[in-house]
Nanobody, 126 residues
Framework: QVQLVESGGGLVQPGGSLRLSCVAAGNAVNHYAIAWFRQAPGKEREGVSC????????EYTDSGKGPFTISRDNAKNTVYLQMNNLEPEGPGVYFCAAPLVMAPFCLLGVSDYDYWGQGTQVPVSS
């Protein structure tokens, strides 16, 4: 069982930056991949980036490349998502997620993940 709690969301100006945090709790959480997803109003949840639990292999979707940087601090059981140059189409609720099993890689499909945080809101002011 893995518990995830996101934080760091808040109103940001277009072109601004924000860092989201995902704190994980559970046995051997640092061995699990963690992924970030975004759900814009009225749209389906989509993957942004993920980082594997071992070897720190990182993946980004096309929409995640450039503005997002994922990293993890195993001493704090935390995965970060640094967001830069946010655009008006960037807002939504950001979720972090973990899979049921450990693996040396990570995927970016919603169905690949079993544990989810409650989400943190990132609105972008116009």
């Amino acid at each position: 069982q893995v518990q995830l709690v996101e934080s760091g969301g808040g109103l940001v100006q277009p072109g601004g930056s924000l860092r989201l945090s995902c704190v994980a709790a559970g046995n051997a959480v640092n061995h699990y991949a963690i992924a970030w997803f975004r759900q814009a109003p009225g749209k389906e949840r989509e993957g942004v980036s993920c980082i594997a639990g071992t070897h720190d292999k990182i993946e980004y979707t096309d929409s995640g490349k450039g503005p997002f940087t994922i990293s993890r601090d195993n001493a704090k059981n935390t995965v970060y998502l640094q967001m830069n140059n946010l655009e008006p189409e960037g807002p939504g609720v950001y979720f972090c997620a973990a899979p049921l099993v450990m693996a040396p890689f990570c995927l970016l499909g919603v169905s690949d993940y079993d544990y989810w945080g409650q989400g943190t809101q990132v609105p972008v002011s116009s």
